[in-house]
């Protein structure tokens, strides 16, 4: 399967950007989905994942109640809502797909928030 994270760029703190990955290749097989996010230093986290067959949603505690992760599975495409944007939301946001107990990844996408 292969991803492909669109959607980032620059924007103030308090705005809002939304995150597209789209999936192809053996998508019937995904499980589940989500977006991590790095930033220099740091190990890549989870912020939002959701289970592509109940739909359930699961969010960092540091993003809950203003990202918010959804798909679309007719077209294949995840996801992801950031609003009210802070600073620390500054990093660069992958697009991951479970499948048969393996991992795949985007390549990734910029998100920088000003002050």
């Known amino acids: 399967v292969q991803l492909v994270e669109s959607g980032g760029g620059l924007v103030q703190a308090g705005g809002s950007l939304r995150l597209s990955c789209a999936a192809s290749g053996s998508t019937l097989g995904i499980k589940a989905m989500a977006w991590y996010r790095q930033t220099p230093g740091k190990p890549r986290e989870a912020v939002a994942s959701i289970n592509t067959g109940e739909g359930s949603t699961t969010y960092s505690d540091s993003v809950k109640g203003r990202f918010t992760i959804s798909r679309d599975n007719a077209e294949s495409t995840l996801y992801l809502q950031m609003n009210t944007l802070k600073p620390e939301d500054t990093g660069l946001y992958y697009c991951?797909?479970?499948?048969?107990?393996?991992?795949?990844w985007g390549q990734g996408t910029q998100v920088t928030v000003s002050s």
């Open positions: 991951m797909a479970w499948i048969d107990y393996q991992m795949y």
